[in-house]
């Protein structure tokens, strides 16, 4: 890399969402405090930058709106709290939610959104809000192919959401916008898009990006690929998308395998692949987030010797080349 890109690259942080039970995302700071988070600190041998979780909408309880004893833990560590915020009530999954955005877009949870906001404001503190996250996929209840491929309404949603919250006075809430990654979904009639639904720079802080290489098998067979594969077609239209906005790997991960033979035949050697990839280009990607969770896949940075010490080692070497 020539000098001169390597002092336009930010210097990247890193961030996690771990859980050892597999999966408490709601509530899991409030249950294990800071231990899954000081766990992964012990393995990758440095502070998590950012804990991320995943608070649902307390509709039902305004005066709980925001996660403030979670948020205090996570600024206590020293760590940006991110908050993947799922638009479901604290009782339902958010694959099947009875927060709709036809209601939001109508204002049927304005005085929530307006108390998030005014108690995120009092808070004080930075942190990201990502949520609708994933809209591109079929899995969520705000995704695109559940909601019409109604790009108009998912868009009134979000800026409705992010007008009050600001509107409260939450100038300290970073909105993250994050699809999942174009490869693999269905684009043919172009109704999936992820273009049509930016909201635009103006309600947009930073650009997300969820991928995972899900080889060899969820859902059905699965193929292998590299970190390249999963992110360089999303990132590309990402930052074609806006020059000025901030961009992050909100959500990836590897899980274990074997595949002898091929260029990247397990785990380890997809890790230190990553890191490699990393240092050739992806420029504009400032944070990346690493999904440490037994789930799907075994996701986790230990789930192998080989592992760990390929994620070590390439968290040591960007530290050293890291840019002040």
């Keep these: 890399m020539s000098s001169i890109r390597a002092e336009l690259r930010p210097r990247r942080r890193w961030g996690a969402y771990a859980d050892l039970d597999n999966i408490k995302g709601d509530l899991i700071l409030e249950r294990n405090g800071l231990r899954d988070v000081l766990q992964l600190e012990s393995l990758w041998g440095r502070p998590i930058e950012s804990v991320m979780w995943y608070p649902k909408w307390r509709v039902g309880s305004p005066e709980r709106a925001f996660p403030r004893a979670a948020a205090d833990l996570v600024r206590s560590y020293g760590a940006i709290p991110h908050l993947v915020w799922e638009a479901c009530l604290p009782h339902e999954e958010p694959t099947a939610s009875s927060i709709s955005l036809a209601a939001v877009a109508r204002g049927e949870h304005d005085d929530f959104?307006?108390?998030?906001?005014?108690?995120?404001?009092?808070w004080g503190g930075v942190f990201f809000l990502r949520f609708f996250h994933e809209f591109n996929g079929g899995w969520y209840s705000w995704g695109a192919?559940?909601?019409?491929?109604?790009?108009?309404?998912?868009?009134?949603?979000?800026?409705?959401?992010?007008?009050?919250?600001?509107?409260?006075?939450?100038?300290?809430a970073q909105i993250v916008w994050s699809p999942n990654v174009v490869n693999g979904l269905p684009e043919s009639d172009g109704r999936n898009a992820i273009?049509?639904?930016?909201?635009?720079?103006?309600?947009?802080?930073?650009?997300?990006?969820?991928?995972?290489?899900?080889?060899?098998?969820?859902?059905g067979p699965?193929?292998?690929?590299?970190?390249?594969?999963?992110?360089?077609?999303?990132?590309?239209?990402?930052v074609a998308l806006s020059g000025r906005t901030r961009l992050m790997v909100a959500e990836f991960g590897c899980?274990?395998?074997?595949?002898?033979?091929?260029?990247?035949?397990?785990?380890?050697?997809?890790?230190?692949?990553?890191?490699?990839?990393?240092?050739?280009?992806?420029?504009r990607i400032e944070w990346l987030f690493w999904f440490h969770v037994n789930k799907e896949r075994e996701?986790?940075?230990?789930?192998?010797?080989?592992?760990?010490?390929?994620?070590?080692?390439?968290?040591?070497?960007?530290?050293?080349s890291a840019t002040p």
Aim: proline fraction near 5%.
């Design 113 to 122: 959104l307006r108390a998030f906001g005014a108690q995120a404001a009092e």
């Design 222 to 238: 699965q193929p292998l690929l590299s970190f390249e594969d999963i992110f360089r077609l999303t990132y590309e239209r990402c």
């Design 145 to 172: 192919p559940r909601n019409g491929f109604d790009a108009a309404l998912y868009i009134e949603a979000w800026i409705r959401v992010v007008s009050l919250l600001r509107e409260a006075g939450a100038a300290n």
């Design 299 to 320: 996701w986790r940075v230990d789930s192998s010797p080989a592992a760990l010490a390929a994620f070590r080692r390439g968290l040591e070497r960007r530290a050293l």
């Design 195 to 219: 273009e049509r639904y930016w909201p635009g720079e103006n309600y947009v802080d930073w650009i997300g990006m969820d991928g995972y290489n899900f080889f060899p098998y969820f859902d």
């Design 255 to 283: 899980g274990e395998y074997d595949a002898s033979g091929h260029r990247l035949p397990n785990k380890a050697a997809w890790i230190a692949d990553m890191f490699e990839t990393l240092e050739r280009g992806y420029e």
